[in-house]
Structures are given as structure tokens and as C-alpha cells.
């Protein structure tokens, strides 16, 4: 079982940058999928990146080139570095961690204004 905390959310103007964290409660070092995901209002859950325990990366088309996503084994901790940001990327942002069940964290607002 893990427990994922997402923090780093908040009010940023159109063209600005955020980082989202993702700290869990245990190693992610055997975690091989690590992802965020994101919910408007309205919308459904949608994939916004994933990353492989080798390091391998995913992205979902509105936002390659503009978000990258890392994680920090030694820290337990995945990351979003979100740039360029748009008002279209408001949401809710959701950690997940791919092992056995499945387990997400409560989520991290992010409000973009235009």
C-alpha cells in the first residue's frame, strides 16, 4: 500500500509555470509506472504524463513540450514541471502510482486565468 500526497497547485496567469510534487509514503523504487493525471470540470480523468522506473516518459499530446514529468527515488517524489501553462490546463491534478490496486493521491488545484 502507498499514500501519495500531490502539492504545488495554485492560481498562476496564462504563459506561467508551475511544479507539482508527489511525495509517497513509501520507496517508489519498485514502482515501475508513476503518472499524473488531471480532471476538469465537467471532464473526465484524463492522462496528462506517466514515467517508467527506467525512466522512460509519456505525455499526453496537449501538453508535450511544455510539461515534464521526473521522479526522485532517493526522495520518493514525482514531479511536473509545467511551463507555458494555458487556461485550458485548469484541472485538478492527481498522482498515481501503477502497483497493485492501483493508488492516487486527493489531488492538487491548479487554476491557470486567462
Known amino acids: 500500500q502507498v499514500q501519495l500526497v500531490e502539492s504545488g497547485g495554485g492560481l498562476v496567469q496564462a504563459g506561467g509555470s508551475l511544479r507539482l510534487s508527489c511525495a509517497a509514503s513509501?520507496?517508489?523504487?519498485?514502482?515501475?509506472?508513476m503518472g499524473w493525471y488531471r480532471q476538469a470540470p465537467g471532464k473526465q480523468r484524463e492522462l496528462v504524463a506517466t514515467i517508467t522506473s527506467g525512466g522512460s516518459t509519456n505525455y499526453a499530446d496537449s501538453v508535450k513540450g511544455r510539461f515534464t514529468i521526473s521522479r526522485d527515488n532517493a526522495k520518493d517524489t514525482v514531479f511536473l514541471q509545467m511551463n507555458s501553462l494555458k487556461p485550458e490546463d485548469t484541472a485538478v491534478y492527481y498522482c498515481?502510482?501503477?502497483?497493485?490496486?492501483?493508488?492516487w493521491g486527493k489531488g492538487t488545484l491548479v487554476t491557470v486565468s486567462s
Open positions: 498515481n502510482a501503477r502497483v497493485g490496486a492501483g493508488y
Open positions: 513509501r520507496s517508489i523504487f519498485s514502482i515501475n509506472n
